[in-house]
């Protein structure tokens, strides 16, 4: 399996699809960025910001060069906003007791999102210095989304922003210290 996923044709084929989705990340927030105030920009798109940062990663990776702190921002961000929108779709599947076709393509594309965070850790070569830096941008992205109300928008889940807000700070930590577990702790033990 490993021989498969780090073979130079698939992670070609990773990157590309990493590459177009990124793109078609950025194009479905067009609407929500062009009422962002212009300072907030950077921290809208989340979910297409850290397909960006694994993007970035295995482009230097097929070049043979390691950037670790794009690896942090990379594992922190694909495995928080892929968990986190999976879980935002059901929670909009149980509110309004149904999901539209790109609610279910989300949560199969974030999910998938999650999925190679982990799957891809080996390659990475974090440091503690590295995820201090994206643990910093990644809750930092939380005051901006929470306090200052530049959250991804779904609609019907207005009303529960705070819950949202709460959790998501939680879940940030869970990823922080996943990657910290994954890419640290456990390599000093080997």
């Known amino acids: 399996m490993k021989t498969l996923l780090y073979h130079p044709?698939?992670?070609m084929i990773v990157f590309l699809i990493n590459l177009i989705g990124t793109i078609y990340g950025y194009y479905w927030y067009l609407p929500q960025l062009k009422d962002t105030p212009l300072i907030f920009i950077a921290f809208v798109p989340d979910s297409?910001?850290?397909s960006l940062f694994f993007t970035i990663f295995l482009y230097f990776?097929?070049?043979g060069r390691n950037i670790p702190i794009v690896e942090a921002l990379a594992f922190v961000s694909l495995l928080k906003y892929g968990i986190w929108a999976v879980v935002m779709n059901i929670l909009t599947l149980s509110v309004n007791g149904?999901?539209?076709w790109e609610g279910y393509m989300l949560m199969a594309s974030h999910g998938?999102?999650?999925l190679q965070a982990l799957l891809y850790s080996p390659l990475y070569k974090i440091k503690l210095k590295h995820l201090t830096i994206a643990a910093i941008f990644t809750l930092h992205n939380e005051?901006?989304?929470?306090?200052f109300?530049?959250?991804p928008v779904y609609p019907s889940l207005s009303s529960f922003a705070k819950e949202i807000g709460y959790f998501t700070f939680w879940l940030s930590i869970?990823?922080?210290l996943t990657v910290y577990y994954v890419s640290i702790y456990k390599r000093q033990k080997m």
């Open 9 to 11: 044709q698939m992670i």
């Open 48 to 50: 297409p910001t850290a």
């Open 61 to 63: 990776h097929m070049r």
């Open 98 to 100: 149904s999901l539209g």
């Open 112 to 114: 998938a999102m999650a």
């Open 143 to 147: 005051i901006i989304d929470y306090v």
């Open 149 to 151: 109300g530049m959250m």
């Open 174 to 176: 869970v990823c922080i």
